[in-house]
């Protein structure tokens, strides 16, 4: 399968689309507030429940209690949905690698940023736990999510070779961070299944072989 043939798997199916069937009708006034997470968390809930292809956009937009062209406003489609808390994890982990002083060692860097990047709340933890359990399960979404993970590498290449003093298209730095960045998702993927401690414990576990002797 070519690249473009999974992000074509990826794509929401026809009746997902802001202009289909009516949205639940609201009153004119001032506009609802939306706490996208909020929306986020109880549609990964319904998923678990009802199934994640039987679950329309317009499911959603009755259970948070709000307009379709709300929710299309926050969540295209049900990929982004399921994909929409990396990037604050992304940023989080930007912020720490970008801010980094001399003083750290490199990989003292790189795991204070998984650290802080997946410090959590209660409820952003279930969200992320069933968003990965969700993503093993239905390959399509990881190939939505190329954007994202692509946004991470980057993160990841541009550190490395500031640290290294290397070439970011260097091999070594190239395959560095994508040994590490696989290993953060895969452990991910991992935790959302089969731990109940914390998802930056499993990751700086998994990071951990790879870390050494950099």
């Not at 935790?191 to 050494?212: I, K, T």
């Given at each position: 399968?070519?690249?473009?043939?999974s992000?074509?798997?990826?794509?929401?199916s026809?009746?997902d689309?802001p202009?289909?069937?009516?949205?639940?009708?609201r009153?004119?006034?001032?506009p609802?507030?939306?706490?996208?997470?909020?929306?986020?968390?109880?549609?990964?809930?319904?998923?678990?429940?009802?199934?994640?292809?039987?679950t329309?956009?317009?499911?959603?937009?009755?259970?948070?209690?709000?307009?379709?062209?709300?929710l299309?406003?926050?969540?295209?489609?049900?990929?982004a949905?399921v994909?929409?808390?990396?990037?604050?994890?992304?940023?989080?982990m930007?912020?720490?690698?970008?801010?980094?002083?001399?003083?750290?060692?490199?990989?003292?860097?790189?795991?204070?940023?998984?650290?802080?990047s997946?410090?959590?709340?209660?409820?952003?933890e279930?969200?992320?736990?069933?968003?990965?359990?969700?993503?093993?399960?239905?390959?399509a979404l990881?190939?939505?999510?190329?954007?994202?993970?692509?946004a991470?590498?980057?993160?990841?290449?541009?550190?490395l070779?500031?640290r290294?003093?290397?070439d970011?298209s260097s091999?070594?730095?190239?395959?560095?961070?994508?040994?590490?960045?696989?290993?953060?998702?895969?452990?991910?993927?991992?935790?959302?299944?089969?731990?109940?401690?914390?998802?930056a414990?499993?990751?700086?576990?998994a990071?951990?072989?790879?870390?050494?002797?950099?």
């Amino acid at each position: 399968m070519t690249w473009s043939d999974s992000l074509a798997a990826a794509s929401p199916s026809g009746g997902d689309s802001p202009d289909a069937a009516p949205a639940p009708t609201r009153r004119r006034g001032r506009p609802a507030d939306v706490d996208p997470e909020r929306v986020a968390l109880l549609a990964l809930r319904h998923f678990d429940e009802h199934g994640y292809e039987q679950t329309t956009m317009d499911d959603i937009a009755r259970l948070a209690g709000i307009g379709r062209r709300t929710l299309f406003r926050y969540f295209p489609s049900k990929p982004a949905l399921v994909w929409g808390g990396i990037e604050p994890v992304v940023g989080r982990m930007h912020a720490v690698l970008d801010a980094a002083g001399d003083d750290e060692t490199t990989r003292d860097v790189l795991e204070r940023a998984v650290s802080e990047s997946l410090a959590m709340t209660p409820e952003a933890e279930e969200a992320t736990r069933r968003r990965m359990t969700l993503m093993g399960t239905h390959p399509a979404l990881i190939a939505f999510g190329l954007t994202a993970i692509a946004a991470n590498r980057h993160v990841l290449v541009e550190f490395l070779a500031r640290r290294l003093e290397a070439d970011p298209s260097s091999l070594r730095v190239q395959v560095l961070a994508d040994a590490l960045g696989s290993a953060d998702f895969s452990a991910l993927l991992w935790w959302a299944r089969h731990s109940d401690g914390s998802p930056a414990e499993v990751v700086l576990a998994a990071m951990d072989e790879l870390l050494r002797g950099i």
